[in-house]
């Protein structure tokens, strides 16, 4: 299958400082990717997406970077808050002939300190 | 939140005996997946469906079996279960098309917590 990875399990911030969580991706045909956000018995939930034609994405509060040179990706959140602590997924798509197919990382655990 | 349930949302059975998870949703959406979500491993699909009657494997689809005989229902089949599917299991549905719109956005449904002993 597919690798996409996290360089950090863990990832412990200040409230009101900036977060940054990576993630590393194998596949150089995949031309799709998701940051997802799961709280404690939930499912994940959608944050944004970047499509390989871009580098940068930005959302309410969050940015995605994406480096096709190194397949790497990053989600970057502004001003944390405690709501947001969750643990934090990237996914990447199968590619063309597999676009339905999304391979995940195995997560971050981000946790914001008061 | 996406009209996604999942049922039962815990179970524990036995090694050995059958056991169906069915994941319902009443968005008319026309992609249902099963994910397996294991420590270490993160979410796993293992089967996938792009219309009634329409699926295709994942990535860790041995022992398991799906159908889908209408929109809103996905059900999920564990022939003979092992302790190795102990794990919690989530459905996610999708509307888009990869190449039809700009984003692929799945909505998770609450999961099911599987013990196999």
């Known amino acids: 299958g597919e690798s996409v990875g996290l360089h950090l399990p863990t990832l412990s911030v200040q409230e009101g400082d900036n977060s940054i969580i990576n993630c590393a991706y194998s596949?150089?045909?995949?031309?799709?990717f998701i940051w997802y956000k799961q709280e404690s018995g939930k499912g994940p939930q959608f944050i944004i997406d970047i499509r390989s034609n871009m580098d940068k994405r930005q959302g309410q509060r969050v940015t995605v970077l994406l480096n096709k040179t190194v397949k790497h990706l990053s989600l970057q959140i502004a001003a944390t808050q405690p709501g947001d602590s969750a643990v934090y997924f990237c996914a990447e798509s199968g590619g063309i002939y597999n676009f339905n197919k999304f391979y995940f990382g195995s997560g971050t655990k981000l946790n914001v300190k008061p | 939140d996406a009209g996604i349930t999942q049922s039962p949302r815990h179970k524990v059975t036995e090694t050995g005996t059958p056991v169906t998870l069915r994941c319902h949703q009443t968005?008319?959406?026309?992609?249902m997946y099963w994910y397996r979500q294991d420590p270490g491993h993160g979410l796993r699909l293992i089967h996938y469906s792009y219309g009634v009657k329409d699926t295709d494997k994942g990535e860790v689809s041995d022992g398991y079996s799906v159908s889908r005989s209408k929109t809103e229902d996905f059900l999920l089949t564990l022939e003979s279960a092992t302790s190795s599917q102990t794990s919690v299991y989530f459905c996610?549905?999708?509307?888009?098309?990869?190449?039809?719109?700009?984003?692929?956005?799945?909505?998770f449904g609450p999961g099911t917590r599987l013990t196999v002993t």
């Open positions: 596949n150089s045909a995949s031309d799709y």
């Open positions: 968005e008319n959406h026309r992609y």
């Open positions: 996610a549905i999708s509307e888009s098309s990869l190449y039809r719109r700009n984003s692929y956005e799945q909505y």
